[in-house]
């Protein structure tokens, strides 16, 4: 298995007085194998967002137990994952990405010079490759100021997965997209990830988005009210 969730608790909003229960994030199992592609589906609010965090190593949690890629995360500490996940985990997050201050082909090299899976030598062959492969090697030079919503998502995601991570985290990559750029944008993470036998983990509240990919998961009940110690 590439992703192994097991027990997993994190403790939203303690309890104030002894007869209230705490908001809590549950989540017994998830198991997602190697090389596959799953949807993790839910409304706006649900959790979704937070669990990626965890998954990826960035948010901490109180109980359980995630392991990604045959690597055991500290759930507790944090900083602890880091540099697993710099070199073995590609995230996109929601919002903004991308640097404003850097060019399009700085921002794509950003990752390998913080992974350092690759020799600085092969810097910019790789991040060319990447560019290459969504389609705008020619806006190489760039700011991502002049983009479209569709090209910095394009950017984003070759920059998760310029250092071939193993484990891909997608977070509603397609929520500022158009329905004909956000297709385009799945097909795109599906073709390069299958390229290149990662796994891949989209987070959205699109139906029609997560009915692309094989394996698909309800995140609609992750928080749910308990009386799990404070």
Known sequence: MSIVVRFLRKILHARISPGEPSLVLELPSLEIPTGSFAAVMG???CGKSLLMGIMA???PADEGEIVLADHALDLRQSALNE???????GILLQGRNLLESLTVFENVALGLRFSRTYPRLQWRTRSMEMLARVGLAHLAREWPSRLSPAQRQKVSLARSLVHHPRVVLLDEPTARLD???AAQMIQLAIET???GGQTLVLFTDDPAIAGRFETR???SHLLVRSDFPS
Do not use: K
């Open 193 to 195: 990830t299958r390229e």
């Open 43 to 45: 409304p706006s609010g």
């Open 217 to 219: 998961f309800d995140a």
């Open 83 to 89: 540099a697993f996940r710099l070199r073995s985990i």
């Open 57 to 59: 190593g960035i948010i």
């Open 179 to 181: 329905p004909a750029s």
